[in-house]
């Protein structure tokens, strides 16, 4: 399924592989942007599109996705910036678990997803089946447990592996190549992990993003939805012979291993 008509995304590189998503309601031309830290190439892509800034989404406190809230609101005062965690500057409505955001028409549920951060969230916007996951969910890969445990985050990745197979995944980092080639080693024979890594390196090649990706190719690829894999488990037991084989076990061993990779 593609995003519906009524919803443009726009991904806009920021720092050195983070993205900031700017979102289009088509029907009224105004905008919304996921995540802010250099607001300069932001508002060159709002201008050029023609449309009007009217709202941050702020996934979660970390200086690489609101760095620049500050200087956007100078830029642009009048901004509504949503935001769950105190820590985010310039929030001016607060919103909390199952809020409903807006972008023109267009309307997001807040999700909480802690661990990489307390405060963090996804926007879900159901109708036209889109997430924006910020450093919880990569394309093959979760954010590091900076505020969390495993057993928090496999709830959080859990709430956003039950949304619909074809909802479009719009991921905070460009770490797909690594996280892949990660992915490969606990699972050698997955074949659609196999060709989804063939698949992203002729992206990055190419010069093109690897976002967005979508729940059902996640399931299929990333090894921190993959907790319940039988050929993961049977990688990790081989290499560990006394790691417990419960699901919050499996799935912090395969997070401690993807931080000294
Ligand atoms: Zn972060």
Redesign the pocket.
């Known amino acids: 399924m593609e995003p519906a008509d009524s919803m443009k995304v726009i991904p806009i590189p920021q720092l050195s592989d983070n993205y900031a998503y700017l979102i289009i309601d088509t029907a009224t031309d105004k905008a919304g942007i996921v995540d802010c830290a250099e607001p300069a190439p932001i508002l060159a892509v709002v201008d050029s599109e023609g449309v009007e800034l009217t709202s941050i989404l702020p996934?979660?406190h970390?200086f690489?996705?609101v760095g620049g809230n500050d200087e956007m609101l100078k830029a642009r005062p009048g901004l509504t910036v949503y935001g769950f965690d105190d820590r985010v500057p310039g929030i001016t409505d607060r919103v909390d678990e199952g809020s409903l955001v807006s972008v023109g028409e267009l309307k997001a549920r807040v999700m909480s997803i802690p661990a990489?951060?307390t405060g963090?969230i996804a926007y879900y916007f159901e109708n036209e089946a889109a997430v924006f996951t910020?450093?919880t969910l990569f394309a093959g890969g979760c954010?590091?447990l900076?505020e969390g445990d495993a057993a928090m985050m496999i709830k959080s990745l859990g709430k956003l592996r039950d949304l619909p197979n074809e909802t479009q995944v719009y991921f905070?980092h460009e770490y797909t190549e690594n996280n892949l080639r990660f992915a490969s080693t606990l699972e050698p024979n997955n074949q659609s992990l196999t060709e989804k890594r063939a698949w992203a390196a002729g992206q990055i090649q190419d010069g093109k993003f690897t976002t967005p990706t979508t729940i059902a190719s996640e399931k299929e690829t990333n090894p921190f939805f993959r907790w319940e894999s039988e050929e993961l488990r049977n990688t990790l037991s081989a290499q560990f012979s006394d790691l417990p084989m419960d699901d919050v076990s499996v799935f912090a061993k395969t997070r401690a291993l993807k931080d000294s990779f």
Do not use: E, P, Q, Y
Request: net charge negative; aromatic share 8%; charged share 20%.
């Open positions: 996934t979660h970390h690489d996705h990489h951060t963090h910020g450093d954010g590091r900076f905070g």
